[in-house]
């Protein structure tokens, strides 16, 4: 049996980023190719880095998160409401990010069906134990590594409207346009909020 895809785990720094998400998704509505669009972004500092180095690197970051979406939903981050942009940019981050993916659905949603809807450090580090057996990139970080990982990804929660910094999670509430566009990849497109399977199709409906 192969081994399954090593995990992209380059989410170290940044948080959710959707207020730096808005002036690239208005570039790329201009431009319509993803590659110039970066280009422009850094040479015009368009998401305001103090650093050149800072800069290319949030810009990558933005560029290859709002590149999962198609070009509706390009343009829902960058004229949408700011809870909006908020939960299409956790879409985003989920769909380049597998791992993130997994959390979102594994534990975060699971256990707010389950109404236990707390989350700690304890059940990352579990959900983290458990897919180490499978993929040994995992174990390869190094503590400072994984405690970063970690914080981003808590922080891209609370940022998401998803978690509250008392640690509670937080239900998913989509507008109507959001809903229209996530509706078109189906169900597993809201799975990765807490939602129940009720509010889930009464968002699809």
């Not at 999670?169 to 346009?177: D, P």
Request: net charge negative.
């Amino acid at each position: 049996m192969p081994s399954p895809a090593r995990y992209r785990l380059s989410f170290a720094a940044g948080g959710l980023l959707a207020r730096e998400a808005v002036p690239v998704a208005v570039a790329y509505l201009n431009i319509n190719d993803w590659k110039q669009t970066r280009e422009v972004v850094r040479q015009e500092n368009l998401i305001q880095q103090r650093t050149e180095a800072s800069a290319l690197r949030i810009s990558r970051e933005v560029v290859q998160r709002l590149s999962t979406l198609d070009r509706d939903e390009v343009e829902l981050i960058a004229d949408g409401q700011a809870q909006e942009r908020q939960l299409m940019m956790w879409n985003a981050t989920c769909r380049r990010y597998e791992l993130i993916d997994e959390f979102a659905r594994e534990v975060v949603r699971e256990r707010y069906l389950l109404m236990t809807p707390t989350l700690s450090h304890d059940e990352y580090d579990s959900f983290i134990r458990s897919k180490a057996l499978w993929h040994e990139e995992l174990n390869e970080l190094s503590p400072l590594t994984y405690k970063k990982l970690r914080a981003e990804l808590f922080r891209m929660l609370r940022e998401a409207d998803l978690l509250s910094d008392g640690g509670h999670i937080v239900n998913a509430e989509l507008s109507g346009r959001l809903g229209r566009l996530l509706g078109r990849h189906g169900k597993a497109a809201f799975e990765i909020y807490p939602m129940t399977d009720v509010e889930i199709e009464q968002v699809m409906a």
